[in-house]
Nanobody, 122 residues
Framework: QVQLRETGGGWVQPGGSLRLSCTAS????????MGWFRQAPGQEREFVAL????????GYGKSVEGRFTISRDNAKNLVFLQMNSLKPEDSGTYYC???????????????WGQGTQVTVSS
C-alpha cells in the first residue's frame, strides 16, 4: 500500500524559507520519480518540482525555478522541498506525489499524499 505523508508546512513571512518533507512507503522508492504539486483555494493544481528516482535529474515549474530545490534521500525514503524567497502567491496546499516511472515529464502524479498547508503572509 502506497503511503505518502507530508510534513513541514506552516506560516512564514514573505521572503522567508520553509522546508517540506515527505515520508514514503509501500513501493520501491528509488525506482519512482517523486514530485511536489500545490493548489491554492479556487485554483487548479500546479506542478512545482520533480526529481528522478536516482536523484540526478530535477525539473521545476516556472513560477518556482531558482527559488525552490527538490532533493531526496533514497536510504530513508524521504523527499524534500526547500523553499526560499517565499511569496504570498506560493501559499497553498502542497502535495507530495510519486510517479510509477524512474522519470516522467511532464509529471502527472500516480500517487498523492494528503497535503500540507503553506501560508506566506505578513
Amino acid at each position: 500500500q502506497v503511503q505518502l505523508r507530508e510534513t513541514g508546512g506552516g506560516w512564514v513571512q514573505p521572503g522567508g524559507s520553509l522546508r517540506l518533507s515527505c515520508t514514503a512507503s509501500g513501493f520501491p522508492f528509488s525506482s519512482y520519480a517523486m514530485g511536489w504539486f500545490r493548489q491554492a483555494p479556487g485554483q487548479e493544481r500546479e506542478f512545482v518540482a520533480l526529481i528522478r528516482g536516482t536523484g540526478d535529474e530535477t525539473g521545476y515549474g516556472k513560477s518556482v525555478e531558482g527559488r525552490f530545490t527538490i532533493s531526496r534521500d533514497n536510504a530513508k525514503n524521504l523527499v524534500f522541498l526547500q523553499m526560499n524567497s517565499l511569496k504570498p502567491e506560493d501559499s497553498g496546499t502542497y502535495y507530495c506525489t510519486a510517479e510509477t516511472y524512474l522519470w516522467r515529464w511532464p509529471p502527472s502524479g500516480d500517487y498523492w499524499g494528503q497535503g500540507t498547508q503553506v501560508t506566506v503572509s505578513s
